[in-house]
C-alpha cells in the first residue's frame, strides 16, 4: 500500500500492510488469529500501531510455543534475569531482529546469584577477522546490565542500520533499522522511537 497519513482508527491488517511497507512482517506460518488471540481486534485498532508493535514482539501465546511473531521486532523487558545463561538468550534475540546470526558467534554467560558475579562471551566476526569479546556483566537483581546490551548492540550494528527502541513500561520494543525506515516508523508510533545503546 502507499504511504498514507495516520488515522485514529485503522483496521488491523492495514497496519500490518504499513508495517510490512517498512520490512517487518509476521513471520511465515503465523496469522492475525494467532494476533486475535492476544488481544480483542477493537484494542488492535482503538490505538493504530500501539499493541500492534507490542505483540508484534512477542512470541505467540498458543501451541506450538516457541514462535515469535516477527523477526523483526523484539520486546526486550530489562527485568529479566531469572537464570544463569540469560544473556546467552539477549544476544540470541538481538541478532535475530538484526539477522546477525553469521557475525556473532560461540556466545556463552553466566550469572551466579549466590555470589553475585556475571559474564558474558561471544565471538564477533567481520570477513575473515574475528574477536572475543568477555564482559564482565554487573548483577542487579533481576535487571539486565544496560551497559552489556549496549556493547552488545555496538558489536552488531553495521550497514548503516542501527538499533531503536519504542519505550514500552519497564521494557523496550526494538527495531534494527535504517535511519530513514526509523524515521517513518517513529511518525507512526507518535514519534516514540529513538536509538537505542541499551
Not at 494467532?34 to 484494542?43: A, G, I
Not at 540470541?92 to 549466590?114: H, K, M, P, T, Y
Not at 542501527?162 to 526509523?182: D, E, M, P, R, V
Amino acid at each position: 500500500m502507499g504511504w498514507f497519513k495516520k488515522s485514529k482508527h485503522l483496521a488491523l491488517e492495514d497496519q500490518l500492510d504499513a508495517l510490512a511497507d517498512l520490512g517487518i512482517q509476521l513471520n511465515p506460518g503465523i496469522t492475525i488469529d494467532d494476533m486475535l488471540y492476544s488481544y480483542p481486534r477493537e484494542e488492535f485498532e482503538r490505538t493504530p500501531f500501539e499493541v500492534v508493535l507490542f505483540v508484534l514482539g512477542i512470541e505467540v501465546e498458543r501451541k506450538p510455543w516457541g514462535r515469535y511473531f516477527s523477526n523483526q521486532v523484539w520486546n526486550f523487558d530489562a527485568e529479566c534475569i531469572a537464570d544463569p545463561t540469560i544473556y546467552t538468550e539477549i544476544v540470541q534475540n538481538l541478532c535475530r531482529i538484526s539477522n546477525a546470526g553469521s557475525s556473532v558467534a560461540e556466545i556463552e554467560s553466566d550469572v551466579d546469584f549466590e555470589a553475585n558475579k556475571a559474564w558474558l562471551k561471544y565471538r564477533v566476526v567481520r570477513g575473515e577477522e574475528s574477536v572475543i569479546r568477555h564482559w564482565d556483566v554487573e548483577v542487579d537483581h533481576d535487571w539486565a546490565d544496560p551497559m552489556a546490551v549496549s556493547y552488545v548492540m555496538a558489536d552488531i550494528e553495521q550497514g548503516g542500520r542501527h538499533f531503536y527502541a519504542k519505550a514500552n513500561g519497564q521494557a523496550s520494543i526494538l527495531f534494527y533499522l535504517h535511519q530513514n525506515t526509523a524515521s517513518k516508523l517513529s511518525k507512526l508510533s507518535n514519534n516514540a522511537l529513538v536509538r537505542s545503546l541499551g
